[in-house]
């Protein structure tokens, strides 16, 4: 079967979060509540990438944590996708499959119709073991090259 939808993790793969600065903060006593987002930044290279494939393909997210108002207050997230998923809406979470085939449902498609991106290879090998093409996301320059290679785009 054909590829009809992306699924993507947002923290560590569409939202990059700089953990060093975090760390660092934290150290020092900084009160995090209220700045969470001066740590995270958007990868717009991979955020272009999906934008590019949206005409082609379902386009989703999936995430542990977050919040649906937060993506879509600092990055509009929710008009560049066709779906959100938030484990804390769902009452469930990666790995567990069930939060996976929910989304596939929503999507209205198979499993091997989908490609899933993420940073955690546990994440990965869970939506493997339901027929997901899942892959491994360790940087944007490797992850953009495994995608087009998935979905037969030329470099």
């Not at 054909?2 to 760390?23: C, M, P, Q, S, T």
């Not at 717009?44 to 590019?52: E, G």
Request: hydrophobic fraction near 45%.
């Amino acid at each position: 079967m054909a590829i009809r939808a992306l699924i993507f993790d947002l923290g560590g793969v569409l939202i990059d979060i700089d953990w060093e600065k975090y760390k660092e903060d934290q150290c020092r006593g900084v009160s995090i509540s209220n700045l969470w987002a001066s740590y995270e930044t958007l990868n717009t290279t991979l955020f272009q990438f999906l934008v590019q494939m949206r005409p082609l393909y379902k386009i989703a997210t999936l995430c542990n944590g977050g919040s649906r108002e937060a993506m879509d207050r600092k990055f509009r997230l929710g008009e560049m996708v066709d779906l959100m998923v938030f484990d804390g809406e769902e009452g469930i979470s990666k790995p567990d499959a069930r939060i996976y085939l929910r989304t596939l449902a929503r999507l209205g498609v198979n499993p091997e119709e989908a490609v899933f991106v993420d940073d955690k290879p546990i994440n990965v090998e869970a939506a493997q073991e339901l027929g997901i093409h899942a892959l491994h996301f360790k940087d944007t320059a490797q992850i953009l090259a495994e995608l087009r290679a998935v979905l037969q785009i030329p470099s």
